[in-house]
């Protein structure tokens, strides 16, 4: 029993002296640990015993990045940082990490982004992702500053036209945002991005030629959700409601959380009354994004028009707890009065 004792306290100790060996915030992993995958418990071995060793911790966290653990690749890739601060590559690699995840941290890595360029000035790749974060906080002015190096950039031009083009026209200057979408597509006759935003901004003035700027673009790339969501809205817009939903079933198929291909497919079986299709496509819609109103009240809809008006009237009310001003019609409010 008393050896026993001896024997735990001799282990604590030890593990508490390996893990003191490292620097402030870094992570220990025992190289032992098989709840960690075998090159990462590689890696970890070498940071425990040459702990001071910046790359080790930037080769995990690279690890790390590419299994999208991306908490833990930040926090390696910080402490590489912290052990050599005059390498941007370290910094960079933090930021690109913290913006990763759905729930990106803005702040931290354009703090991150700010200091790689501070010690590399023309690191194109951290002056693109600083822009990125300018065009989603809608900083334009920061923006169309920071982006000037890479306009000369052979490599980065066609990427940072298109974050013009975006605020241009999230700005409202459709006039601008169009003119800059021919001058890439002069210089870049194949580029997707503004292929699309050409098709986009002649959706409802011109069809016809948005067609042809969206089938341009499913040449470019056949597996783009996007060109062909929007290839099922125009032929849906011009009554070819079985072609439609081909190009929304492929866009399913390549993204099955396409909530909009199941939605549009769902109207479509509304409209020849396949009512019971429809509601499935509403429940799958449901399963996605349960706080969609318009998708109750399509379903609601369906519920009426067979006969069931307990579950019309359950959907038209849940519709409105969603979104309160849901524009319910005369009918459908007479119902659930």
Known sequence: MRTTAILSLVLVLSLSFCT??????AFYISET??????????????????????NNFYLRGNAFYFLDRYLE????????????????????????SLLAPDTANFNEAKSYLE?????????????YLKSKIDLARQQYPTLETSIKP??????????????????QKEQGDTVSAISLCDRILSEYPNSFDATMQKALFLFKKDPELSEKYVDKAIVINEFSDEALYTKGLLLQQKGQFKDAVKFYDKVIKINSF?????????VIETLFENYSAAIALCDKIISLNPNDA??????GVCAENIGNKKAAKENYLTALKLDPKYPLDSDQLQLIK
């Open 115 to 127: 200091k790689t360029i501070q010690l590399k000035p023309d690191y194109s790749e951290a002056i």
């Open 73 to 96: 690749a930040a926090r390696d890739y910080k402490t590489a940082s912290m052990l050599d601060d005059k390498n941007p590559l370290y910094t960079f690699k933090v930021a690109e």
């Open 150 to 167: 890479l306009l000369i950039n052979p490599e980065f031009k066609e990427k940072a036209l298109m974050l013009l083009v975006l605020a």
């Open 294 to 299: 318009k998708t109750y009240v399509l379903k």
């Open 258 to 266: 396409h909530v909009f291909s199941y939605y549009n497919k769902a």
């Open 20 to 25: 003191n060996k490292l620097p402030e915030g």
């Open 33 to 54: 640990d098989t709840s960690f995958p075998e090159d990462i418990r590689s890696i970890s071995q070498k940071i425990n015993n040459s702990p001071t060793d910046p």
